[in-house]
């Protein structure tokens, strides 16, 4: 590229990211976001600005098992945080199919409630990668914008999968009766994730049974003194979704008046840091895996017989350690 291409593609790129940040104009928003998704090298220049932060910016998790109705429940959230005059930002992501890469991306059908101060996007992930970081960071340039809540759908928690706990700053964990083996799912490390637990369907038969065993289920949880409530919701017509609302809020007055707040932003960005850097170096070492001839040469070896997969492993591993020193 000549260099006043360079130039040229430089002043337009940041003319793009002071109209995301300054006149938050939702298609600027958008491009950089796709820039984040296709490769945030590229924008090495601008992170100082895009990745600044806002302490006034609240992430909050929505977590759950599929169908659990997430969607809708964040449909209405964002209707009445609207209503209160606060601004919305929502990361939906969805898994990919292990088999095809696609991904339905079906939260986008479902939420509707999209105005001058909402933003919406889906991203799809690999089942293995429950939270891409791709989706977080875009949910940090959403709060360096300055929506007020950013809200992150999660497709799912179990006992491993908890990742969004360390990312967020309030984590809502959302229930149904009749999930099949209730108790087995109160068991599947949700519990110990969720500030504000939503039984959701609660127009479902055994919802007064199956409230009872997440009381009991949640008797002695305590976040740093903070009792996790349960609030029943109706997610078709929107019954108690303000009570979600309240009880989010609630949790993150007593979180930053706790310190708790400050913490997990603190636990957050150590987080980001580190893990960040062990994704360059495994895509460092997948490209040499992908492009150095004697890489391929010691798996064959294995593979034919010719030595033990351990011997095999530590030979991929010194020449990785020399190809990183020729680099």
Known sequence: MKHSDKRREAL?????????LNAKDAMSISKVITLIEEDPGKLRKYFDRLFTGNSSSFVIGITGAPGVGKSSL????????????FSVAVVAVDPSSPYSGG??????????TLDERTFFRSMSTPPEEPLPWKAVLTMEFLCTVGFDYVLIEHPGAGQVNVKIMDLVDAVVVILQPLMGDDIQALKAGIMEIGDVYVLNKSDL???E??????KLALEGVKRNGWVPPIIRTNSINGDGVEGVVEAINDFLSYARDTGLLDARRR?????????????LIKEVYDN????????RRVINEVLEG??????????LYEMFLNYLRKM
């Open 209 to 214: 049974l199956f409230a009872m065993q997440l």
């Open 103 to 112: 991904s339905f991306l079906g939260n986008r059908v479902r939420v509707r």
């Open 12 to 20: 337009r790129l940041s003319n793009l990211i002071d109209k995301a």
């Open 306 to 315: 010719g030595r033990d997969f351990l011997t095999g492993a530590y030979e």
């Open 74 to 85: 964040i449909n209405h959230m964002i209707k009445v945080l609207r209503k209160r005059g």
């Open 288 to 295: 040499f895996l992908k492009t150095a001839p004697e890489a």
């Open 267 to 279: 636990r957050r960005r150590e987080i980001e840091t580190v893990e960040i850097a062990r994704t």
């Open 205 to 207: 038969p055994q919802t």
